[in-house]
């Protein structure tokens, strides 16, 4: 579980392609701190599991449907990554709860300065139904608010510190971003969805006097 507070940016060093399945080695520095084998990293809004550590790089393997799911099958050597270690029980929650299971992948269509803030609008594509204005939403694995929705797209606002300390900054028009929606919102749209059983219908909200 982590918080979406981006710890540092970090480095991909080394890159072991398999049939389906990816073989990474990062580079960063302060999560070394404590970082151990059997630990769970976000990789830019990824979890993986530290596998092996040297020095201050760790490797881990990825799996079919991450590499599916995200744009780590896409990555190079030489590629910045935003790194997070799993929070820790007692510790401040300065984000919000992000799982590290990416939903999918949308692309930046609009980047604008707001003062000191910079707007950046993604297309979700499908999965803007589980975007909310004002609600929750990782963004290559950093804690965003959803500024605006329209259709399948959605807007954050993004403070200065946040673009200096991660990757979103280097981003432009057109790049590819791992997107992580709510988990309530997940859990929300199969209660209410007419494909999983019927699901809450206006109807059946009418029949119980809602």
Do not use: W
């Amino acid at each position: 579980m982590f918080t979406g507070i981006i710890e540092e940016i970090g480095e991909i060093r080394k890159i072991v392609r398999g049939r389906a399945s990816s073989r990474l080695t990062v580079a960063g520095d302060k999560i070394f701190d404590d970082l151990k084998i059997g630990d769970s990293v976000s990789v830019s809004g990824v979890c993986l599991t530290a596998a092996e550590i040297s020095g201050k790089t760790f490797t881990a393997d990825v799996m079919h449907e991450t590499l599916n799911r995200s744009l780590l099958g896409g990555l190079k050597i030489g590629n910045s990554v935003n790194l997070e270690r799993a929070v820790m029980l007692g510790g401040r929650l300065g984000g919000h709860i992000v799982t590290g299971h990416i939903d999918g992948v949308g692309r930046i269509t609009d980047i604008k300065s707001d003062d000191n803030a910079v707007l950046y609008t993604i297309d979700a594509g499908e999965l803007a139904r589980q975007i909310a204005e004002k609600g929750s939403i990782a963004i290559d694995g950093i804690s965003l608010t959803v500024a605006a929705v329209k259709g399948d797209s959605f807007t954050v606002s993004v403070i200065p510190h946040t673009a200096e300390n991660t990757t979103l900054s280097r981003k432009k028009v057109g790049s590819a971003v791992n997107i992580e929606t709510d988990c309530i919102a997940k859990y929300v749209e199969k209660t209410l969805s007419v494909k999983n059983g019927g699901g809450i219908t206006r109807e059946f909200l009418a029949k119980y006097g809602f």
